[in-house]
């Protein structure tokens, strides 16, 4: 490193002029990256060249508040117009965090993010982004050293509240900061970011007033209702799969006001969030488990600008499997159950996720559904993700026309068996809407009417068993 002398830092060919207010401006040297800011007594005015264009600024004494380099500590204040100081000419290259360094434990990058939002909070000043460092993270690629799912509100930008560059953060934003509906793009990008980019620390970050968690508390009816609501737009549909928050929040506090009650829903909501986004990904979760990344939860206040880290994801809650070990459910419990998960369907929620451990007890313990269901064969009606169960929860026979009108033994001898054996209260027989099975049993009324045709196929037999009907 080469000292060069910044003593005429105030000279016009050697000052960028970065940001200015009424009371001072920042300047920083041409040579190195020195950023000074100065206290501003407006004088005459003059001329100084930046980037090859002339701009006309205001001549100034002034007092010199910060100053220094990367590579040199504070310079000590200063009260002169021309200050006698030596900086090391600084490679910024060699500082910028690519994915050719190492990276960033996790504890050490959520210090980072306190002592950045403490800058923020302070209302100081962030570096400008050098060419530099955007030329270095062109060609040797991205280190972050922290993932975030953010609120996408735009008083919550994550960069400026952790007081964070280009290449330190790899963001995901939405509408309450959620993966409620097990949404794809952000599970997967923060799987990329954790796997591929050697990042170790994924922050949830939740913030105060926020819209997203008011509107899930004002859905709590609308979650409750019987009948759903057809013409639901997919905000309305996105709002009632935040409202599990929103519930619990108004269990927690049954006589608060609704503003309580909202502030207490976006906490939970963080740490849903950090727990939907596990239960999801088996890579995350097997990296929280290995102790390679850490997983935390942030609480920003739009009105102080300050975070407040509320530590991880809740611990996993004991796996509840129904099996052949268990009690077997009520027939009106096995109805209400069908109706909500088929609530659910017809919301357009996605279905949870199968956790191994669901198959392994299913598979050593054996089954006890709540239902036995005939349903139709049609390829529209898949009748475990129409009412939003999981493996061991229904026993399914299905047919053309889910019928037995020839007295199929094997879908009579299937529900013997599943109600005898295994314990299950409730029957249900499941027919659709335009069914080609029925259609065909309409068209072949004449058939049935007829003798019987010699050399009919079994399909034509059985629509015409089904003419009844």
């Known amino acids: 490193m080469r000292p060069h002398d910044c003593s005429q830092v105030t000279a016009k060919e050697n000052i960028l002029r970065l940001r200015a207010d009424a009371t001072s401006v920042l300047l920083r040297c041409r040579q190195c990256t020195i950023q000074v800011w100065l206290k501003v007594f407006w004088g005459s005015s003059a001329r100084f060249s930046l980037q090859g264009v002339t701009h006309q600024v205001v001549t100034f004494s002034f007092q010199f508040l910060k100053m220094g380099c990367a590579n040199s500590t504070p310079a000590p204040q200063a009260k002169d117009e021309i200050v006698q100081l030596q900086f090391e ?41 050098l060419q530099s460092r955007r030329q270095a993270l062109s060609d040797d690629g991205q280190l972050p050293l922290v993932a975030v799912l953010s609120c996408a509100d735009s008083r919550c930008p994550v960069e400026n509240i952790f007081s964070l560059a280009a290449g330190d953060v790899f963001v995901c934003r939405n509408a ?97 969030t950090m727990g939907k986004i596990l239960e999801v990904s088996e890579p995350l979760r097997q990296m929280v488990d290995a102790g390679r990344i850490k997983v935390e939860g942030a609480i920003y206040d739009i009105t102080t600008g300050k975070v407040e880290f509320i530590g991880g994801p809740p611990a996993p809650a004991p796996l509840s499997v129904r099996t052949g ?52 064969a049609d390829s529209r009606c898949p009748v475990e993700l129409m009412f939003g169960v999981a493996p061991g929860d229904i026993f399914v026979c299905r047919n053309a026309g889910n019928a037995i009108a020839k007295a199929e033994a094997s879908v009579v001898a299937s529900m013997e068996y599943c109600m005898a054996h295994l314990k299950t209260k409730l029957l249900v027989v499941l027919g659709h809407t335009k069914c080609g099975a029925l259609n065909g049993a309409l068209a072949s009324i004449p058939a049935a009417d007829a003798p019987p045709k010699a050399n009919a196929s079994v399909l034509e037999q059985y629509l015409v068993a089904l003419t009844p009907a």
């Open 176 to 272: 309450g900061n959620t993966v409620a509906q097990a949404e794809g793009s952000v599970v997967a990008s923060m799987e990329y970011c954790m796997q591929n980019l050697k990042t170790q620390l994924l922050v949830v970050m939740g913030h105060t007033k926020c819209g997203a968690l008011k509107g899930a508390v004002a859905s709590i009816p609308a979650a409750d209702a019987t009948e759903q609501k057809q013409d639901a737009s997919v905000l309305e549909n996105y709002l009632v799969a935040l409202t599990p928050a929103a519930k619990q929040a108004k269990a927690d506090l049954p006589q608060a006001p609704v503003q309580e009650v909202e502030e207490r829903a976006i906490r939970i909501n963080v740490k849903n």
């Open 89 to 129: 000419e600084a490679d910024g290259s060699k500082n910028y965090r690519t994915s050719k360094g190492s990276a960033v434990p996790a504890d050490q990058a959520l210090t980072i993010l306190k002592e950045g939002n403490s800058r923020y909070v302070a209302s100081k000043a962030p570096s400008a982004t």
């Open 325 to 376: 070990k268990s009690a077997s459910v009520p027939g009106p419990e096995a109805l209400a159950t069908l109706k909500a998960g088929n609530a659910r369907y017809a919301g357009g929620h996605a279905p949870a996720a199968t956790p191994k451990g669901r198959i392994q007890a299913l598979s050593s313990d054996g089954q006890l559904p709540m239902a036995a269901v005939l349903g139709c």
